[in-house]
């Protein structure tokens, strides 16, 4: 068992490289694509290979890269466990429960005495497909992660601004029904890979459903909120929220398991000297 993991780990690894090759060999043809479409300059370090981009640029964009982390999406339903840190309070069992409605096909786990590396394997073993753990300081849920398995990617969030179900007011049963989603302004490359990674939670909704959960990122900073909607006698649509209400900021993301965070390779991390005035989430 752990031959064979060891073995799909390290091709599902070469497969990245190889895609990683594939695509920046796309981009240097896109580059040099544009420069002869509109008569400009080359970049001084595409001059010497320019003439044989330029040559498979015309058949080189229709290889397309698939992504094989998702690869059976939309073929069934995802399967998610939810977990917290050891010890936990009342109030992050209670955030879990509520996250445990808000994703449909979740179960809880009580994490006891478990560590992290025994949870992802037993997860494996039971064909999970994503694990979400839930921390917090001093009774207030301030961490998420987001670890797709067998093989990644992980992606570390800061919680903030957490209101539970019972603090909103006029909330109704929350519904069943499989949500339909909406990502806002989720438009740059990293806001892309923080889109698949949540979008991939939840299973395919039926057209009617009445349900909708909303990730709307401001300034880097993603609001989570969830409604439910129907049509009054006048036509207008009316909202109501069925809660939790949160805000999550992606810091990190690794191409691995959360068990081998040590191991794995960064694909994106928040520096200390990232330019904050740049949008990270967003191309604006």
């Not at 890269?65 to 059976?72: A, M």
């Not at 694990?131 to 570390?156: K, Q």
């Not at 800061?158 to 909330?171: A, E, G």
């Not at 806001?191 to 698949?196: I, L, P």
Request: net charge positive.
């Amino acid at each position: 068992m752990l031959r064979r993991q060891i073995r799909e780990r390290r091709e599902f690894i070469y497969r990245k490289s190889v895609e990683h090759k594939q695509r920046a060999l796309q981009e240097k043809r896109d580059i040099v694509r544009n420069a002869v479409d509109n008569n400009g300059s080359l970049p001084t370090h595409l001059k010497k290979e320019a003439l044989e981009l330029v040559e498979g640029s015309y058949w080189g964009d229709q290889d397309d890269t698939v992504d094989d982390e998702y690869r059976w999406a939309g073929c069934e339903d995802p399967k998610v466990v939810i977990t917290t840190s050891r010890d936990p309070s009342s109030a992050l069992k209670r955030f879990a429960k509520e996250i445990k409605l808000t994703i449909p096909n979740s179960q809880t786990v009580n994490r006891g005495s478990h560590d992290v590396k025994s949870i992802v394997q037993a997860c494996k073993g039971a064909n999970v497909t994503d694990v979400v753990f839930l921390n917090e300081t001093r009774g207030v849920p301030d961490s998420l992660i987001v670890s797709h398995l067998p093989h990644g990617p992980t992606c570390f969030f800061s919680l903030n601004n957490v209101v539970m179900r019972h603090d909103i007011p006029h909330t109704e049963h929350m519904s069943e029904a499989y949500p339909h989603l909406i990502f806002h302004n989720l438009d740059s490359k990293v806001g892309k890979r923080v889109t698949t990674i949540l979008k991939h939670l939840f299973p395919v909704p039926k057209p009617d459903s009445k349900r909708v959960c909303s990730f709307t990122n401001t300034e880097d900073f993603i609001s989570f909120r969830q409604f439910t909607h129907k049509t009054g006698e006048g036509g207008e649509v009316e909202l109501n929220e069925l809660g939790p209400r949160f805000e999550l900021r992606p810091y990190s993301i690794i191409l691995g398991t959360v068990d081998i965070q040590k191991a794995c390779d960064s694909e994106w991390s928040l520096r200390s000297y990232t330019n904050k005035k740049k949008n990270i989430l967003s191309v604006e």
